[in-house]
């Protein structure tokens, strides 16, 4: 692992109040930034994990709806490997209503319901980051990116084909990447200068010099807007002519950059499947972009049975990601995320499928195409994601045929 | 003309704003301190507040807060005997920050600039 800077002045703020109400019902009783991904983590740590390896550690995570299972993933998993002696920190927030009655009414107001936060601390500049986001990113380039431009302010911006760019926030730089124009789902993406073909994409990824931030969100409080970074915030800044497009990096060091809004099921369902991919874009296993969660006490995955003769039990794991605790007792799982504690019993098969802490599988069960929340248990027998039609009467099934199953539904 | 908010805790401060604003041919509304000051906000509907920040109680900056939230296009003045508040950041959100002084010119005139600055000139009263 590369030495990094610590960033002493630098204060981290993350916003965590997504309600994910199109990733529902995972975030039925969670916020979206808890969502469990990748087997042992939730949304939430991919930022995390990118503000320690980047040096930030000082951070302040601004937690809203049903926060609470994130802010104990945060007490268990981050507060305790930081030194608050040294001034190391990560902080969950709750809507303090010191300033106004009510919830965020945006990304902006968040930060300026919170200024009392910058007020303590006084940083020389502030990373503003989305708890949402699952990305590997080096913010201590960005930093470096900004202060080289003199900005006053720097966005994250992630270079997209321009057929695709249509979908999100676009930036427009000149040559220098100074931004001279915001457009929100633009019919016709502006290119970027010497890039035909390619757009710049916001990503909720902000860089400010504190007292540029504090002058804007104060203004931005002022006035009859959404209060919203990309939408209000930054395009109100374009006019002093230092504001700067940041190209993000993708420390995953692959051909494509990979940078997702896991906002839908079946994006999350999608990011899933590429993580048991032969070759991810996403790569969990970097040991120079460590990614970090809660510590489980759990007993090592294990495989029961290998009976080969005809009608033998065999306990097979086969293309999967497999966290502690996991039992597969003569039961068969292809390209499957296993959460912790995970338990397939004998004859069942699991197959292109996310199985989420605790969750079991009963003998002779079938489970294809299916998200399963924590603790769901099938019972023997029962199959799922084989019928379409049926599936639809009686689970929720998504656009792109994903069956999901929520916490502690009763199957039968 | 405009009706003027004033909030401010010291009574001779108080007469003295309404006094002078009121030559100015604003009518003045009083509040001693922040409580009263969002009360009168409601009742009153005044077109400019002007506001101490250093009162018993709820001071001016968390008041402002609270007004901005409900009024955010009703102008603020911060009225200190501090300069030190300039630096807080949520001062920041005033329209202006004046220092306290018995001569109250430097007030007035920025009453005067605040309320041209509304869009369609100062608001008329009947």
Redesign the interface.
Known sequence: MRRKAIFEDVLALVLAGGQGERLYPLTRDRGKPAVPFGGNYRIIDFTLSNCLNSGLRKIFVLTQYKSGSLERHIQQGWDPILSAELGEWVYTVPPQLRVGQRWYAGTADAVYQNIYLLEQERPEKVVILSGDHVYKMDYCRMLEFHGLKGAIATAGAVVVPIEQASAFGVLGVDESWRIVSFTEKPADPQPIPGRPGHALVNMGVYCFETEALVRALCSDARRETRHDFGHDVLPALVGTGKLFAYPFVDENRKETAYWRDIGTLDAYYEASMDLVAVDPVFNLYDREWPLRTVPLQLPPAKTVFAQEEPGGRIGLLLDSIVSGGVIVSGGRVERSVLGPRVRVNSYARVADSVLMDGVEIGRHARVRRAILDKDVRVPPGLVIGEDPEEDRERYMVTVGGVVVIPRGMQLE | MAKILVVEDEKNLRLLYKHDIEQDGHTVVMAANAVEGLEAIERESPDLVVLDIRMPGMDGL?AM??I??RH??IPVVLNSAYSSYKD???S??ADAYIIKSADTTELRTKVRELLEGCPGGPPAKP
């Open positions: 968390e807060g609270r901005l939230e955010p296009k807080n950041f949520m920041w959100a």
